[in-house]
């Protein structure tokens, strides 16, 4: 029996398994009822008395190592499967989650491109201005109620020093600095101190354009205001310009759309005028020509300027300018496009 016992021993320690069937084939042959360890148990009786205390030992040892194999075996198998598991190559790759660009830089850039079509390049400057760009050269004055505490956040320490209330300020700056003719346009972010609602915030963003050169005149701004508005929302988009006032420019104009929403026909979106307000034009004022070193008499220009949140909620139908500065992906996931 010892010798049996011997040989099974080294038979086991051989043991190998391919696959779970093979492995149960062996738990049959040696651990079940009728296995070759389970026989040798029923056979302990027969073995005699000196000899029951070693051969006792020995068939312990031999049920252990079997068990001990036999784990061991499945224990293989079981990382085997993980392992090829890791490198199937058929498997469809994890979804890759991919970010759209907020909607105000979507229409920015759309505005931008519809102007660089025609002509205009970009111009950026500073968001904390000074007075002179901001107000002074732009012919406003002293006592102009932009400049009020209502309008404009100024730097406690220094009056001088204001967060931009307009990219006209970007205007100033070049023209100061490069000789005409100019044909720009001047993105950007600006302040004003107003209290938040669903329709007004203490920051948003402007494109503001800028044509100086000899004989420009108000046709060619309506000509270019015209043809930006049929780009931006559709050919059959007409316009119209209303007389209004702007210390920079003379004449000034507002411009409104025909309601893209009912066509014209009239809706509680345009509180049923058919027309909506998208922004304000002008010639440029020969002071502010001459404040930045530009002759008045052998120049003329004209300027325009538009909030990139009014043509988004245009465009888009967004009735609260607060989701634009919150952040939530649920919004911005929304908005997918080539620009
Ligand atoms: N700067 C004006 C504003 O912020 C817009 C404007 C620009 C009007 C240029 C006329 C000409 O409201």
Not at 178 to 204: D, T, W
Not at 237 to 246: A, E, G, K, N, V
């Amino acid at each position: 029996m010892k010798d049996k016992i011997q040989a099974l021993l080294a038979e086991i320690d051989g043991l190998k398994a391919a696959s779970s069937v093979e492995l149960e084939a062996l738990r049959v042959k040696y651990l079940s009822k009728k296995g070759e360890v389970s026989v040798l148990f029923n056979d302990f009786r027969e073995v005699p008395n000196e000899l029951k205390r070693e051969v006792g030992q020995l068939l312990n040892e031999l049920k252990t190592r079997a068990q001990d194999k036999l784990t061991s075996l499945k224990d293989e198998l079981v990382a085997s499967a993980e392992q090829s598991e890791m490198l199937d190559l058929t498997r469809t790759a994890e979804p890759i989650m991919l970010g759209t660009r907020h909607p105000l830089s979507l229409v920015k850039n759309e505005i931008i491109d519809i102007f660089s079509r025609i002509g205009f390049t970009i111009a950026e400057g500073p968001e904390i201005e000074d007075d002179w760009h901001v107000f002074g050269a732009l012919n406003f004055p002293p006592e102009h109620p932009a400049r009020d505490m209502q309008d404009t956040f100024f730097i406690e320490q220094n009056p001088d020093v204001v967060l931009r209330t307009h990219t006209s300020s970007v205007q100033s700056r070049i023209m100061s600095v490069q000789k005409p003719p100019l044909r720009m346009v001047f993105p950007g972010r600006v302040y004003r101190n107003e209290a938040i609602s669903y329709r007004a915030h203490c920051f948003f963003h402007q494109v503001e354009g800028l044509y100086i050169d000899k004989d420009v005149s108000f046709a060619d701004l309506k000509q270019a205001l015209m043809y930006f508005a049929q780009e931006m929302f559709g050919p059959s988009t007409q316009i119209r310009l209303r007389p209004s006032y702007f210390p920079f420019t003379e004449p000034s104009a507002e411009m409104d759309i025909s309601c893209n929403l009912c066509g014209g026909k009239g809706c509680p979106f345009c509180k049923h005028t058919g027309w909506v307000e998208i922004l304000g034009c002008g010639m440029v004022d020969p002071n502010v020509l001459e404040n930045c070193g530009i002759d008045s008499k052998v120049y003329s220009g004209y300027a325009f300027g538009m909030g990139v949140e009014r043509i988004t909620n245009l465009k888009y139908q967004v009735k609260d300018l607060r989701l634009f500065s919150e952040n939530d992906v649920r919004f911005l996931r929304q908005f997918e496009s080539a620009y």
